[in-house]
């Protein structure tokens, strides 16, 4: 066949129209992209406009001997198509001109086209005889500047941390005796102990940096040591200390905070009972004033009521006991008490009896236990009296009048804890994605040929789909948790319900997220995410907690959406719930009207990308479920049934409703944050990723929005297409973004992750026998 040479302005629209009509099957929407394209060219003769245009007639498609022309005049040349360019084709056609003409201009046009049909390389790649550029990692991004935007003001804190732990104690190892492994994570704390980070957050009165928002840093990159540390860390400085520090005044801080942040006394936070769970309100310990000796006898009733699954249990000296407090007969709730459990030999104190929880899915290095109390007797001055105290002549005062209130005030002072439950499992699943991204970036597997090298398994379309999205998840949850943090910590907002209610549902998704990321992790990296040497099977036994400590996930995403419907109040009764309709009725006031049509099937880029939508299509949600849930809500109160029934009957609906403000919120937060961004590529980056998480999180939803008439079947099929086109358009800066969560080469220990990224390969371990 005799080759035809094109003319530079018809000849770079060749690959895309090869494309198009590869499979024969144009449609109506494709054509209106190309031709709203050629129609604003300008490069464009009025008469090659119209052969091009032509060309796109379905009714009459381009003959097999013009297809043939097409495909030997891009097959015939040197041109490389080069899957890691932004824009794949239209370079590509451009280096084809360039070939055969000397000037080559790039064509925005062209790129119009590609991003708006989703156009993939994967789509077309085997389509063209050239050859295919398949890089596994792109240096258009530099993943320190990415990891710096992250660290935020906290860099300094969180460099010297990263450096602290590149240490031989620190070095990961298969442990499998909880002995050995808890008494090496203990001599860990006491390590960073010594080295301050144990009074991160306390008071600098005390030594401390009064730096709760750097704490929170620091907890999630311990989870690239080892989720046990993370833990035992979390436990004794966190939980101990940190009732401590909240729930106590000055004499306890003098007496006791720098005891605690230093490691040398070690404590427990002695709160969940066997019988009660998450029911903290309902626990059945008591803390009963006795006059004559001006003591506090702290009792465990029952033989399920018991402290059950308390860290540092077998390890600590002093617990933070949570009990019923009772004064001259009267019950004033629930409140926090000092209580030594051993004594300097560490011997058990009289009355204390602890038993070890023994081996668990997880976490082995951390010493859990149960503890019962038989009349045990503290002095006065130990209970925490913040929030109540009894005073000299044994009389109970507290400023706060109302028991409710006083209760969850003394609750949200310890929100923070769930902040970084949450952080630890971003951290996991970090660590995780960091490995499965790395191997999938060195590992080959099947190929067309025989005769040309196997395929990586990043470049499979399957294998972005189920990791790209993970890993722009992961940059939202961490730019909302910084925000949830710096909120929490702000003291200019006494009242924390409003943050305790995004603190419940935020944990609550991050946690479910940690999981099943490592989880797709496991699975992506084959037998060797299997392996113990390659850390993810130990993640997954460590995260997997992370759902129900701090709170059962289910049970605080209906905390959430109760939150929501009380205008962020904590608790509900008949009496109150008229009021709580009234201010449904003033928040949500517009009705939700229906949906325009047209916003139903509008399916450009531009829209789609544009957080505008997402922010609508997120908000809509939340508003409808609200709205139809308080409907629901009344009309069984109205028939009479008690408020606590009808929570039952719409608990499926509640639990809808705390997810969806859950990731509403999540995505807003990081959509403000990148908005802030200075203009350039790393802002580009940051809103592709949102992008992808609100696009494929709308996609998840995908039914309850078509059922709802929010979107029409052509629009959910564009969001879908959408998602793969940004894991494309991502698959060259996968590893880069996986090194901007700044996990140091000396703590990425799994062999398998290692040399697959732009940075060089970590050290291996030598791995003792369990």
Request: charged share 25%.
């Amino acid at each position: 066949m005799k080759k035809k040479i094109y003319s530079p302005d018809i000849l770079q629209y060749i690959p895309f129209f090869y494309v198009i009509w590869s499979d024969d099957l144009i449609t109506v929407s494709e054509i209106n992209v190309v031709e709203s394209a050629i129609g604003k060219d300008e490069t464009l003769s009025p008469a090659n406009r119209k052969l091009l245009l032509s060309w796109l007639n379905p009714e009459h498609p381009p003959k097999n001997e013009t297809l043939k022309a097409w495909k030997q005049t891009i097959s015939s040349t040197s041109v490389k198509l080069v899957e890691s360019d932004i824009y794949p084709l239209s370079t590509f056609s451009q280096n084809l001109v360039c070939h055969y003409h000397e000037a080559c201009p790039f064509n925005d046009h062209l790129k119009h086209i590609e991003v708006n049909l989703g156009i993939q390389p994967n789509h077309y790649s085997h389509l063209f005889d050239v050859d295919i550029e398949h890089n596994s990692t792109s240096g258009y991004y530099n993943a320190s500047e990415i990891d710096q935007i992250l660290k935020g003001r906290h860099a300094d804190l969180v460099d010297g941390f990263r450096s602290a732990v590149d240490h031989p104690i620190f070095e990961w190892d298969i442990h499998r005796n909880k002995k050995k492994f808890r008494a090496h994570v203990l001599d860990q704390v006491k390590f960073l102990a010594d080295k301050g980070y144990g009074v991160t957050a306390y008071p600098e009165t005390i030594g401390g940096q009064d730096n709760m928002e750097g704490y929170a840093h620091i907890f999630e990159n311990m989870m690239f040591v080892d989720g046990s540390l993370t833990i035992k860390f979390g436990v004794q400085f966190g939980l101990f200390g940190g009732s401590i520090q909240k729930l106590g005044t000055k004499k306890h801080h003098d007496q006791y905070l720098r005891d605690a942040g230093t490691a040398s006394l070690i404590g427990c936070f002695a709160m969940t009972e066997t019988g009660h769970g998450s029911n903290v309100r309902g626990i059945r310990t008591t803390a009963t004033y006795d006059g004559q000796t001006d003591s506090l006898i702290i009792h465990t009733p029952g033989k399920n009521d018991n402290k059950e699954y308390i860290g540092n249990a077998l390890d600590s000296k002093m617990a933070s006991v949570f009990a019923q407090l009772i004064v001259n007969g009267k019950n004033e709730g629930v409140h926090a008490i000092l209580v030594p459990v051993r004594n300097e030999k560490h011997d058990l104190l009289p009355g204390v009896t602890i038993e070890d929880n023994g081996y668990k899915l997880g976490l082995n290095g951390v010493d859990n236990g149960k503890i019962w109390f038989n009349q045990v007797s503290v002095p006065r001055e130990n209970l925490l009296n913040k929030y109540g105290d009894i005073t000299p002549d044994g009389t109970y005062r507290s400023d706060i009048k109302n028991p409710n209130k006083r209760f969850f005030t003394m609750l949200g002072t310890l929100v923070g804890g769930r902040i970084c439950v949450a952080r630890a499992g971003l951290g996991g699943a970090k660590f995780a994605l960091a490995v499965a991204v790395r191997h999938a970036l060195k590992r080959r597997q099947f190929n067309d040929s025989v005769k040309i090298q196997e395929d990586l398994l990043m470049d499979y379309p399957t294998h972005q789909l189920r990791l790209t999205p993970l890993v722009a998840s992961a940059y939202v949850y961490h730019v909302t948790l910084d925000k949830l943090m710096k909120t929490y910590c702000d003291e200019s907002q006494p009242d924390k319900r409003v943050i305790e209610t995004q603190v419940a549902g935020l944990k609550a998704i991050i946690t479910w997220y940690a999981n099943n990321a490592i989880q797709e992790c496991r699975e992506a990296c084959g037998g060797k995410g299997y392996l113990l040497e390659n850390r993810i099977a130990d993640l997954k036994g460590d995260v997997d907690i992370f759902t129900t400590f701090e709170g059962d996930n289910t049970v605080l995403s209906l905390l959430a959406a109760k939150g929501v419907l009380s205008d962020f109040k904590s608790e509900f009764n008949s009496a109150g719930f008229t009021t709580v309709l009234k201010i449904l009725g003033i928040q949500i006031r517009d009705k939700l009207t229906t949906i325009d049509p047209r916003y139903s099937t509008k399916v450009d880029a531009e829209h789609l990308y544009n957080p505008k939508f997402h922010k609508h299509a997120f908000d809509y949600r939340t508003r409808r479920l609200t709205y139809t849930l308080a409907m629901r809500i009344r009309d069984y109160i109205k028939q009479g049934m008690p408020s606590y029934q009808a929570f039952l009957k719409v608990q499926t609906h509640l639990l809808a409703l705390g997810k969806a403000y859950s990731i509403e919120l999540a995505y807003t937060t990081f959509a403000n944050f990148t908005e802030q961004l200075p203009e350039g590529k790393n802002k580009g980056v940051f809103e592709k990723l949102g992008a992808l998480y609100a696009l494929q999180e709308i996609r998840k939803d995908a039914e309850w929005y078509l059922e709802q008439g929010y979107l029409g079947s052509t629009k959910s099929k564009a969001i879908r297409q959408r998602v793969e086109r940004l894991c494309t358009e991502l698959r060259p800066h996968i590893g880069v973004l996986v090194d901007g969560f700044g996990i140091p080469e000396h703590l990425m220990t799994a062999p398998i992750a290692g040399g697959g990224s732009s940075r060089p390969a970590g050290r291996q371990v030598q791995k003792s026998k369990p």
